[in-house]
């Protein structure tokens, strides 16, 4: 599956791809039609990139992994209640 975020093409494959740049277009979205599907696809990036990096002592990009998700999260519950709201 082939998801077309912001100006950057991602196949699903971390190896060719950051995790970061999924993430802050998720981040940086203003549109609330595109929001939630944005948070999705930067949380399965990073999750593909934690299970990647499950063999591998622990680094700084751990826990990069770990406060993203915690963020996204929170964005997420955000965009949820305005939606709710509306």
């Not at 700084?60 to 993203?68: F, G, K, P, V």
């Not at 998700?69 to 997420?76: D, E, G, N, S, Y």
Request: hydrophobic residues 40%.
């Amino acid at each position: 599956m082939t998801k077309h975020t912001a100006q950057t093409t991602w196949n699903g494959d971390m190896s060719s791809f950051d995790w970061k740049v999924v993430y802050q277009t998720a981040l940086l979205e203003t549109d609330p039609a595109k929001i939630q599907e944005l948070i999705v696809d930067a949380q399965i990036a990073i999750l593909k990139r934690g299970h990647e990096l499950l063999a591998s002592p622990w680094c700084r990009e751990h826990q990069e992994l770990d406060d993203a998700l915690r963020f996204l999260r929170l964005l997420q519950n955000e965009t949820l209640g305005k939606c709710a709201a509306a």
